[in-house]
């Protein structure tokens, strides 16, 4: 079974910058759809960026975080990231790691199978 570990969450300044880790398990040489999303109180859970591993690797943002933020992997440490740069108090939220099997709809949050268990991300103006 795949496991997820989020890490990397904190406080910082509106314009800075945080990079999330995911640590993943269970993981075996098959593709796997792995995405970030975050939740903020009193709001539904959102998509932010997703990569396909094992394959080309191609990446897929959310408007509010194209340009800003970026999704990649390094295989040799199984691990996710979200580069996450000139941050907005609007992003503050709880982030969570997630993966699924193929194919899969970034925006279906019932497509994605295994959950981390987020990491919290403030941003104060």
């Known amino acids: 079974q795949v496991q997820l570990v989020d890490s990397g969450g904190g406080s910082v300044q509106a314009g800075g910058s945080l990079r999330l880790s995911c640590a993943a398990s269970?993981?075996?040489?098959?593709?796997?759809?792995m995405g970030w999303f975050r939740q903020a109180p009193g709001k539904e859970r959102e998509w932010v960026a997703g990569?396909?591993?094992?394959?080309?690797?191609?990446?897929y943002y959310a408007d509010s975080a194209k340009g800003r933020f970026t999704i990649s992997q390094d295989n040799a440490k199984n691990t996710l990231y979200l580069q996450m740069d000139s941050l907005k108090p609007e992003d503050t939220a709880m982030y969570y790691c997630?993966?699924?099997?193929?194919?899969?709809?970034?925006?279906?949050?019932?497509?994605?199978?295994?959950w981390g268990q987020g990491t919290q991300v403030t941003v104060s103006s």
């Open positions: 990569i396909f591993t094992g394959g080309g690797g191609g990446t």
């Open positions: 269970g993981y075996t040489n098959r593709a796997y759809c």
């Open positions: 997630a993966a699924a099997h193929p194919p899969c709809s970034w925006r279906r949050e019932s497509d994605f199978d295994y």
